[in-house]
């Protein structure tokens, strides 16, 4: 089977509309403690979606700095406190460097956040309707 430019355009017009990173521009959320975001995002039909992102799925901390790093599966919300919405694509939050010194950072979540037909994805990992 031969394929050209114009059979691969096609076929990937075809797919169904993939989710890109970038949820802020469709969705509101908040900071639940101890390590959740809840958002409400748009679906494809125009409604909301109300769900539930577990963040330790979505964000590490780095032992050696103890600043916020996008990571998949990285447990930051296990070892750091005072967490908060820091922007529409940040979080802000204080962990302990490689001394246990308090170190504040924020990470923008924009880029790794996706919103799936009013689901928040990261990293492979779905929200839970709320």
């Given at each position: 089977?031969?394929?050209?430019?114009?059979?691969?355009?096609?076929?990937?017009?075809?797919?169904?509309?993939?989710?890109?990173?970038?949820?802020?521009?469709?969705?509101?959320?908040?900071?639940?403690?101890?390590?959740?975001?809840?958002?409400?995002?748009?679906?494809?039909?125009?409604?909301?979606?109300?769900?539930?992102?577990?963040?330790?799925?979505?964000?590490?901390?780095?032992?050696?700095?103890?600043?916020?790093?996008t990571?998949?599966?990285?447990?930051a919300?296990?070892?750091?406190?005072?967490?908060?919405?820091?922007?529409?694509?940040?979080?802000?939050?204080?962990?302990?460097?490689?001394?246990?010194?308090?170190?504040?950072?924020?990470?923008?979540?924009?880029?790794?956040?996706?919103?799936?037909?009013?689901?928040?994805?990261?990293?492979?990992?779905?929200?839970?309707?709320?």
């Open positions: 089977m031969k394929f050209t430019l114009a059979t691969l355009t096609l076929g990937l017009a075809a797919l169904p509309e993939l989710a890109s990173a970038g949820f802020s521009s469709t969705c509101s959320w908040s900071w639940q403690e101890p390590k959740y975001i809840v958002a409400t995002c748009k679906r494809k039909d125009g409604s909301n979606l109300r769900t539930r992102q577990d963040m330790n799925l979505c964000v590490g901390a780095d032992n050696w700095t103890g600043k916020l790093k990571q998949d599966v990285g447990n919300f296990n070892q750091c406190w005072n967490t908060a919405k820091a922007s529409n694509t940040e979080l802000r939050s204080t962990c302990w460097d490689f001394d246990e010194s308090d170190v504040t950072s924020t990470v923008n979540i924009d880029g790794i956040m996706n919103n799936d037909d009013g689901y928040l994805w990261c990293y492979g990992h779905r929200s839970a309707p709320y």
